[in-house]
């Protein structure tokens, strides 16, 4: 059973339970292996998130929306996340989050723009490199590379989403609180800040360098190509999508890599 399917939360005794269990040093060790295979359960809307609310639909399409949905609804988020607990502790962790896809923005209109942002950054991008794959100009060099190109968009969404979902769950919540109480876990809640301080800095170094590696791997070959063609090439459609190719993953690249590290790490 899902362990945050009826999850709850009591501070009297400073012990918080999730669905009955009691996170109390007893129980660490179960909740973190629970934990680490919990992102696996996470995929389209199939308890999205083990929380009470489950897609009943058997449509993939349907399953797919309503796990956007429940990604885009802030009133879903708690007054607190693991963003905001990340955030309070690092500048640096905040905005490699920010810039990875994982900010919690208190404005509905402004948090479903930037899900918008990531979610139309991927889709664009996929649909431009597998039209690629007929019209073959740069960066395609050979069919297996270009198709091992397209599939990154899928597995670069799809880990975004799940780790997108991740983010309030409920019991890594609860959990979370309770090592960082004064009381119960404050040594080990000094060792995490200066981790998460740490990872900040990190994530940020091999963002900026992802990106930079990005603008001279992909979309300046196709750059490039357009630019050394002769005057009457440039307006023949092969020509004209490598340019319009080339701006695309120039807009794309700084959401796609930040996103990647982020989620990985």
């Known amino acids: 059973q899902c362990l945050a399917s009826q999850h709850g939360v009591r501070r009297g005794d400073r012990i918080l339970a999730c669905n009955?269990?009691?996170?109390?040093?007893?129980?660490?060790?179960?909740?973190?292996?629970?934990?680490?295979?919990?992102?696996?359960?996470?995929?389209?809307?199939k308890d999205a998130w083990c929380g009470t609310e489950k897609s009943t639909s058997s449509k993939f399409s349907e399953r797919v929306l309503h796990t956007f949905s429940r990604m885009g609804t802030i009133s879903r988020f708690s007054d607190e996340s693991i963003y905001d607990i990340l955030s309070a502790e690092s500048t640096l962790a905040k905005l490699a989050l920010l810039l990875g896809g994982f900010a919690v923005i208190r404005r509905p209109w402004l948090q479903t723009l930037y899900l918008l942002m990531f979610v139309g950054t991927f889709c664009s991008c996929f649909l431009s490199c597998l039209f690629n794959l007929f019209v073959k100009t740069p960066p395609y060099l050979s069919l297996s590379s270009e198709l091992l190109l397209v599939y990154f968009h899928i597995i670069g969404l799809h880990t975004w989403i799940r780790w997108r979902l991740f983010i309030k769950d409920p019991c890594l919540l609860a959990l979370v609180r309770l090592i960082r109480d004064p009381i119960e876990g404050a040594s080990n809640w000094k060792v995490i800040r200066q981790r998460?301080?740490?990872?900040?800095?990190?994530?940020?170094v091999l963002q900026a360098i992802g990106v930079a590696w990005g603008f001279m791997v992909f979309p300046n070959p196709a750059l490039t190509h357009w630019r050394d063609s002769s005057s009457d090439e440039k307006g023949r459609a092969e020509y004209l999508f490598s340019l319009v190719h080339a701006i695309q993953m120039f807009a794309s690249i700084p959401s796609?890599?930040?996103?990647?590290i982020a989620s990985y790490g």
Do not use: A, E, Q
């Not at 998460?196 to 940020?204: M, P, R, W």
């Not at 796609?256 to 990647?260: D, K, N, R, S």
């Open 20 to 45: 009955g269990m009691p996170l109390d040093k007893r129980s660490w060790n179960d909740v973190l292996m629970f934990l680490r295979v919990r992102p696996l359960l996470i995929c389209f809307g």
């Open 196 to 204: 998460v301080k740490n990872v900040g800095k990190i994530f940020l």
């Open 256 to 260: 796609h890599v930040p996103t990647l």
